[in-house]
């Protein structure tokens, strides 16, 4: 299994404003997954991004990947109160995957 | 409506008791997790099952027990050797079928010590 990290660990913006999030991680990966968690909730599978794909789009998400660098980023445009959630990724790295979670980037949009 | 159940949503515990968390999912996945989650951290993998009548531990298995018997559940126990359980527990199932496959989560259950 292979562990992502969360960067920010917290984040706090106005509603309006765009949220940047990244993931970095340490092997080669075959997909790279975000996920959403309000708070006291499950986690909601938001986006999978493949290791040959570099940008990906899912209405205001936009995930870019790097394998060069090893790390990918979530922007959420023109954020809304109810976005205001934990952010995780997770990889796989082909074989038994088992989904592994960093700690999440908390964000908080400001109404 | 496919999905993950979790019960009880809320739970306590006094000490030195055993008790069971329920997890059962319709999605026809093999693969069965539970996470356990503490206040501002991420997610510690406790037992995952690949398949029927087989599981493996995670990262903090230790004080926690599971089964499974039957491809739909994947109950855990928290035995009184778990010296401290108050936490957030997560279940989630995953189909096999193929790489790009996500995990689906059942609304956790907030287990307290009393």
């Known amino acids: 299994s292979q562990q992502g990290e969360e960067d920010p660990q917290a984040l706090s913006i106005q509603e309006g404003e765009n949220a940047t999030m990244n993931c970095s991680y340490k092997t080669s990966i075959n997909n790279l997954q975000w996920y959403r968690q309000n708070s006291g909730r499950g986690l909601v599978h938001l986006i999978l991004?493949?290791?040959?794909?570099r940008e990906k789009h899912s209405g205001r998400l936009r995930v870019t990947l790097d394998t060069s660098k090893k790390s990918s980023s979530l922007l959420i445009t023109a954020s809304r109160a109810a976005d205001t959630a934990s952010y995780f990724c997770a990889t796989r790295t082909g074989g038994s995957y088992i989904p592994t979670f960093g700690r999440g980037t908390s964000l908080i949009v400001h109404p | 409506d496919g999905g993950i159940t979790q019960s009880p949503k809320y739970l306590f515990r006094k000490e030195g008791q055993n008790v069971t968390l329920s997890c059962e999912q319709n999605?026809?996945?093999?693969?069965m997790y539970w996470y356990r989650q503490d206040p501002g951290q991420g997610l510690r993998l406790i037992y995952y099952s690949q398949i029927v009548n087989d599981f493996q531990k995670g990262d903090i298995a230790e004080g926690y027990s599971v089964s499974r018997e039957k491809k739909e559940s994947f109950p855990l126990t928290v035995t009184s050797a778990q010296k401290n359980p108050t936490a957030f527990y997560l279940c989630?199932?995953?189909?096999?079928?193929?790489?790009?496959?996500?995990?689906?989560f059942g609304q956790g259950t907030r287990l307290t010590v009393v």
């Open positions: 991004i493949r290791s040959n794909e």
């Open positions: 999605l026809n996945h093999d693969a």
């Open positions: 989630a199932s995953r189909g096999t079928g193929g790489f790009d496959t996500e995990a689906f």
